[in-house]
């Protein structure tokens, strides 16, 4: 079982930035790992996963977001540039220790509590 716990959301104008933390409670650094949004209203949806040197992104998000490990400090990030409104909604990060299961965004047993995003027009 792997603890996450996620912070750095908070409200911006669109175009701002903003950057999440993941911290957990084992090394990233041979996890599967992902962030996933769910908006007002809507199904959850992977935007962003990472394992080893592997990264991918929704098409929504390219360009715009990165996600990237510090295994050193158990915290995996991401970093949101030219954030829109469509942006806005609860970020969780997931992680699975077996490696990354099912297709993208993958399968995942462990999940944080979310951290919330607004980012206004």
């Known amino acids: 079982q792997v603890q996450l716990l996620e912070s750095g959301g908070g409200s911006v104008p669109a175009g701002g930035s903003l950057r999440l933390s993941c911290a957990t409670s084992?090394?990233?650094?041979?996890?599967?790992m992902g962030w996933f949004r769910q908006a007002p209203g809507k199904e959850s949806e992977g935007i962003a996963t990472?394992?080893?040197?592997?990264?991918n992104y929704q098409d929504s998000v390219k360009g715009r977001f990165t996600i990237y490990r510090d295994n050193a400090k158990k915290v995996l990030y991401l970093q949101m540039n030219s954030l829109k409104p469509e942006d806005t909604g609860m970020y969780y990060c997931?992680?699975?220790?077996?490696?990354?299961?099912?297709?993208?965004?993958?399968?995942?047993?462990?999940w944080g509590q979310g951290t919330q995003v607004t980012v206004s027009s």
């Open positions: 084992v090394s990233p650094a041979s996890l599967c």
């Open positions: 997931a992680a699975n220790g077996f490696g990354c299961r099912g297709r993208w965004p993958y399968d995942y047993n462990n």
């Open positions: 990472t394992y080893f040197a592997s990264t």
